[in-house]
Nanobody, 116 residues
Framework: EVQLQASGGGLVQPGGSLTLSCATS????????IAWFRQAPGKEREGVAC????????YYADTAKGRFTVSRNNPKRTVALQMNSLKPEDTAVYYC?????????WGNGTLVTVSS
């Protein structure tokens, strides 16, 4: 069974940093890209960052460029999202995602709240 579990969310002040982690199981981790999405209250889910299977290729949404860094540890089957210079508009539930044989698998989501 494919499983992804996001963790690391919390309350942080504007300008602060937070690192999210995605733990995975149930599939050949080294073969698949992993993405981070987020969904703010009242808004559609949007892509934030993606890391290729080897960790060399990385993609970022414009809103994340220069502030967020995605990385993966293949032996540990985990993906991290380092978020710096956080803004109130980064407040959302963050999900990790894997697309395997055309199907999207989602983690449980972790809430990030940026507020003073």
């Amino acid at each position: 069974e494919v499983q992804l579990q996001a963790s690391g969310g919390g309350l942080v002040q504007p300008g602060g940093s937070l690192t999210l982690s995605c733990a995975t199981s149930g599939f050949i981790f080294d073969d698949y890209a992993i993405a981070w999405f987020r969904q703010a209250p009242g808004k559609e889910r949007e892509g934030v960052a993606c890391v290729g299977s080897s960790g060399e290729r990385k993609y970022y949404a414009d809103t994340a460029k220069g502030r967020f860094t995605v990385s993966r540890n293949n032996p540990k089957r985990t993906v991290a999202l380092q978020m710096n210079s956080l803004k109130p508009e980064d407040t959302a539930v963050y999900y990790c995602n894997a697309r395997i044989y055309g199907m999207h698998y989602w983690g449980n989501g972790t809430l990030v709240t940026v507020s003073s």
